[in-house]
């Protein structure tokens, strides 16, 4: 069955740095996501991207977030200044079509540890 | 907003006992819900989902029924395996929309 792949399954960087977290969706997919846990806590919303640009973001996608598609494979979260709060596990998604009837299937996730 | 509250857990059970996991929820539409399930080490998988008022999702023995009247999808599985530890999120989203709003997930440990 296919499957998204996200690597790498863990991230360390310093407060300041710049990190991209990197996703494959599956490849008939149109719609993608990006969700983020912090450890102990609800599994939150970060954006939802199709046809090459963002159709919704919450209020914790502020601008030191960007996401891009870059070769049509590809679909990445960019975190310009990582902060000490940005440390979570990051899941990416992608679904068929947009809507409650298209299940999201998800990557096994990213831990991002900001020291 | 939308918002989902799933029980407290963790929940511990032993082989073949019955498992219950409450979730309600609060939503403007007409929401659909999902059970997701993820296992040590793996990504958020879907388990079930309904649709509609009065929907029951199933999947692997696990239940779940879709109430408005009580605004809950409580997830059910008659008798509960070693295999079946995992953490379960309860989730919606509206019909129209994409973003899926989650519960606090509940850990269930099921003992040999």
């Known amino acids: 069955e296919p499957e998204v792949t996200q690597t790498p399954s863990h991230q360390v960087t310093q407060m300041g740095q710049e990190v991209i977290l990197r996703c494959v969706p599956i490849?008939?997919?149109?719609?993608f996501y990006w969700y983020r846990q912090i450890l102990g806590q609800k599994v939150e919303f970060l954006v939802s991207?199709?046809?090459?640009?963002?159709?919704?973001k919450s209020e914790i996608f502020d601008d030191q977030f960007s996401v891009e598609r870059p070769d049509g494979s590809n679909f990445t979260l960019k975190i310009r200044s990582t902060k000490l709060e940005d440390s979570a596990m990051y899941f990416c998604?992608?679904?068929?079509?947009?809507?409650?009837?298209?299940?999201?299937?998800f990557g096994n996730g990213t831990r991002l540890t900001v020291t | 907003g939308n918002s989902v509250t799933q029980m407290e857990g963790p929940v511990t059970l032993s082989e073949e006992a019955f498992l219950t996991i409450n979730c309600t929820y609060t939503?403007?539409?007409?929401?659909?819900l999902f059970w997701y399930v993820q296992y040590p080490g793996e990504g958020l998988q879907l388990l079930l989902k309904?649709?509609?008022?009065?929907d029951k999702g199933s999947n692997k023995g696990f239940e779940a029924t879709y109430r408005k009247e009580t605004t809950s999808f409580h997830l059910e599985k008659g008798s509960v395996q070693v295999s079946d530890s995992a953490v379960y999120f309860c989730?919606?989203?509206?019909?129209?929309?994409?973003?899926?709003?989650f519960g606090e997930g509940t850990q269930l440990t099921v003992n040999p």
């Open positions: 998604a992608s679904s068929g079509n947009r809507g409650g009837n298209s299940p999201l299937h």
């Open positions: 991207f199709y046809n090459n640009e963002i159709s919704e």
């Open positions: 939503a403007t539409g007409y929401p659909s």
């Open positions: 490849s008939n997919h149109l719609y």
């Open positions: 309904a649709t509609k008022a009065d």
């Open positions: 989730a919606l989203t509206e019909t129209s929309g994409s973003r899926l709003t």
